[in-house]
């Protein structure tokens, strides 16, 4: 593995009563030891990285850079921890001669370190307008995706429109290096719903007037509400109470729960007939 520079001749005689012989001829090699054979290396950002390697006949010593006088003690351990190119060296001495150094290439790929967001945490009723994405301080134009809901398979998209109810985790792979992140739960919350009793016919004079109730059967309380004949209201439970009520049909004319999830069907009416006087 050495590599001839020059050859350097010397001649020496002998003497002996004055009488000297012919010359003998010594010549020397002067030679250069070879660099070391370095392959360049490349991890993902965090991975954990080993001791690099070379390959040489005599003793590898190594440095952190191309003139630095004092060698390591050992083969280097790359720090992952931050993207980007760094550079480590290596000869090699043999017989009391050095080698020039080798440059091991070390790049360290950034990690697609990423979290999901979403343009609502939840929806109501049945239809979802959720949009998810991905934010992360890297360019994820070359990314690609893999998806789960609930620990399922769900798409291989940048997005996720109208996502509904579940858990989510996406692997986000770009240049080799993946990256989960870390879970969004989508929550579906039930539209407001509502039943009303108390409907009847009253003599005027009447004192024993049935209540009307309206019963919520769907949704999250406090409710707020519009009905037709008393307004607006609040109902901390799942039932409210119109006592001795005047005559008229009874409806909410509007309905929010404490998700603000609005009721969409058309509300059920009772009516309060009140008699006339014969």
């Known amino acids: 593995d050495a590599s001839q520079v020059a050859d350097v001749s010397y001649y020496v005689t002998q003497t002996l009563n004055d009488c000297e012989s012919e010359m003998a001829k010594i010549v020397v090699s002067v030679g250069s030891l070879a660099k070391p054979t370095v392959q360049d290396v490349s991890y993902c950002q965090g991975a954990t990285a080993t001791k690099l390697t070379a390959t040489a006949s005599g003793t590898l010593v190594w440095?952190?850079?191309?003139?630095?006088?004092?060698?390591?003690?050992?083969?280097?351990?790359?720090?992952?921890?931050?993207?980007?190119?760094?550079s480590?060296?290596?000869?090699?001495?043999?017989?009391?001669?050095?080698?020039?150094?080798?440059?091991?290439?070390?790049?360290?790929?950034?990690?697609?370190v990423s979290t999901i967001s979403a343009t609502k945490d939840s929806y109501c009723g049945t239809t979802s307008t959720i949009v998810m994405s991905l934010t992360s301080g890297v360019d994820l134009t070359a990314a690609t995706y893999?998806?789960?809901?609930?620990?399922?398979?769900?798409?291989?998209?940048?997005t996720i429109s109208a996502a509904t109810a579940g858990e989510y985790i996406c692997a986000v792979t770009l240049n080799g290096c993946e990256y989960t992140t870390p879970s969004k739960t989508i929550t579906k919350h039930d539209s407001p719903r509502y039943t009303i009793t108390g409907a009847?016919?009253?003599?005027?004079?009447?004192?024993?007037?049935?209540?009307?109730?309206?019963?919520?059967?769907a949704g999250t309380a406090?409710?707020?509400?519009?009905?037709?004949?008393?307004?607006?209201?609040?109902?901390?439970?799942?039932?409210?109470?119109?006592?001795?009520?005047?005559?008229?049909?009874?409806?909410?004319?509007?309905?929010?729960?404490a998700n603000n999830c609005p009721m969409t069907e058309t509300g059920a009416t009772v009516e309060v007939v009140n008699l006339a006087t014969p």
Do not use: H, M
């Open 222 to 257: 406090p409710y707020t509400f519009s009905e037709a004949i008393t307004g607006a209201g609040t109902s901390a439970t799942t039932t409210y109470t119109i006592p001795n009520p005047t005559g008229g049909i009874y409806q909410l004319t509007s309905l929010t729960d």
């Open 146 to 158: 893999s998806w789960k809901k609930d620990a399922t398979a769900t798409a291989t998209t940048a």
């Open 88 to 112: 480590y060296f290596v000869s090699q001495t043999s017989g009391g001669c050095e080698s020039d150094r080798a440059e091991i290439k070390v790049t360290i790929k950034p990690s697609p």
């Open 63 to 86: 440095y952190e850079s191309a003139t630095a006088t004092t060698a390591l003690a050992s083969a280097p351990i790359p720090s992952t921890t931050t993207p980007g190119p760094t």
């Open 200 to 217: 009847g016919s009253y003599c005027p004079e009447s004192t024993s007037k049935a209540d009307v109730v309206i019963s919520f059967t």
